[in-house]
């Protein structure tokens, strides 16, 4: 018996959900917390008013919770995320009705106010990999795509805001870098929105245009932290029977036990956007990708353990300071990573030489915040130490991933594993190599930690399995960018 491509996706996803299914076990124990409303702000596009944002990667609404004195901000509850392959010939009439197709369903989903990107509707980013772009012409791309100001000054050549993935110092051997040509990444409440937003696009018009390699699932409760209540993160982990699960503190946001979601530790509006730093690329102001981003994706298991045969001393000053190590009391979950908080480079080296290691968080602010005051491009005026990343990673017991259309090359396992798929949209792809580098202990030429800083007590928990970058458009190109301007 033959079937078609619709066909067999369709068995494909339902054999990713059936092995999946402990995810729907969320809904079960846990009714989505109610989450205050926020105001919206109409915006005009193309002559129609519209509440949505011009960004894919923006979510609007998101609630916030105190612990420790810190707000923290509270994560939609289910994430799902679909790579695939283009199986649309590389033409103009190919590319440009498919662009139409994707399109027509993709906003379909806005007309329905599923998709309101707000986390008791829908949020969806489309992400595009080089490969995609590889298609098209090179005129057409080399007049196009961003190009990295910053990075081309250091590299005294051209420099795009999209690059290949690379493998970095703590990686271990076999890291793959993924070659897919598009990723789709939802997030939101309610996991039955994520399933009619996947259902229109996967088994509607736009199922034949590509072929699904990963599915990805999983999910953040961020309502919990330091509470009396046991987080969704512990109980989970418990049902699935991870090793170590029993050693989560019961209101953690994530399997390690640390809150990754405060507010002041994460980019805020429009500041991950191409455009937005002055200097950044060349987008402002009337680029095509202005109100878009770059994204990395990446699996990492998480070796629980490990992780927690260390007492709580040692795990606070691992995840984010020798210092917090010391002074943060025992049980704390949300360590302040305000402004004040921010370490130079300086400091991070005199850590290493006083206790022998880096904190993670710590290691990375000379790369993530703002080091000096910033006004941007829409005039908002950033102080020193200001968050530039956007994360928005989630847990996962994907091993490593709920489906895979090559199972071998990605090892995949039927069993759960504790781990988490790391989402980040930053300005550009080259700012995100230099955030991971220090992690790394590595800030450039010269400035290398050394092994200390590389394979640290938070490094040495971690195991990258697979990585890819994207370059994901505005709201307005979100489907087969540049297409239309094929001629």
């Not at 915006?43 to 004195?69: C, D, S, Y």
């Not at 420099?159 to 793959?176: E, M």
């Not at 932290?225 to 994530?254: F, H, N, W, Y």
């Amino acid at each position: 018996m033959t079937v078609s491509r619709r066909e067999f996706l369709g068995s494909a996803v339902s054999a990713a959900f059936a092995s999946g299914g402990l995810y729907r076990l969320i809904d079960q124990i846990s009714r989505p917390a109610e989450r205050r409303s926020e105001p919206t702000h109409e915006t005009v596009v193309a002559g129609k008013a519209t509440t949505l944002p011009l960004e894919q990667h923006l979510f609007q609404g998101l609630a916030t919770v105190t612990n420790n004195g810190t707000l923290v901000t509270v994560p939609p509850l289910h994430h799902l995320v679909v790579t695939a392959l283009l199986n649309v010939p590389a033409t103009t009439s190919a590319l440009q009705n498919a662009q139409q197709a994707l399109e027509t369903a993709i906003a379909e989903l806005e007309d329905q106010r599923l998709l309101d990107f707000r986390p008791a509707g829908l949020g969806l980013a489309v992400g595009w990999g080089l490969p995609y772009f590889n298609l098209l012409p090179p005129a057409l791309t080399s007049s196009q795509l961003p190009i990295d100001i910053s990075a081309s000054q250091v590299n005294h050549e051209t420099t795009l805001a999209i690059l290949d993935a690379v493998t970095f110092a703590s990686d271990p051997p076999g890291t793959i870098l993924e070659r897919n040509d598009l990723v789709f990444v939802f997030a939101s409440d309610h996991l039955d929105h994520i399933t009619s937003a996947f259902d229109a696009i996967f088994k509607g018009t736009p199922a034949d245009l590509m072929t699904i390699t990963s599915i990805r699932q999983g999910f953040v409760d961020g309502h919990n932290v330091g509470s009396s209540a046991q987080s969704l993160t512990k109980r989970m982990a418990v049902s699935a029977g991870i090793p170590g699960a029993e050693s989560i503190p019961d209101s953690a946001e994530l399997f390690l036990g640390f809150t990754s979601t405060q507010k002041a530790a994460l980019g805020q509006t429009t500041i991950a956007n191409l455009e937005a730093l002055p200097g950044v690329t060349d987008q402002w102001p009337n680029g095509y990708f202005v109100h878009g981003t770059t994204m990395h994706l990446s699996h990492i298991y998480e070796d629980l353990v490990a992780w927690y045969s260390v007492p709580y001393r040692q795990r606070a000053g691992a995840v984010a300071s020798p210092k917090a190590g010391v002074t943060a009391k025992p049980g704390t979950q949300t360590i302040p990573e305000g402004t004040a908080d921010v370490e130079s480079p300086a400091q991070v080296q005199a850590d290493l030489a006083a206790h022998g290691f880096i904190g993670h968080s710590s290691s990375l602010q000379p790369a993530s915040r703002l080091a000096g005051p910033v006004t941007d491009n829409y005039g908002n005026q950033l102080p020193t130490g200001t968050a530039i990343p956007q994360r928005a990673d989630f847990n996962t017991l994907d091993n490593p991933f709920s489906f895979s259309s090559n199972p071998q090359v990605d090892a995949m396992s039927s069993s759960s594993a504790a781990g988490v798929h790391f989402v980040i949209f930053m300005p550009t792809s080259d700012s995100f190599n230099r955030l991971r580098q220090a992690m790394d202990g590595q800030y450039g030429p010269g400035d290398n930690l050394g092994p200390g800083a590389v394979h640290g007590p938070f490094n040495d928990v971690l195991q990258t399995t697979h990585r890819q970058s994207f370059l994901v458009p505005p709201r307005a190109h979100r489907s087969f960018p540049l297409a239309e301007l094929l001629t």
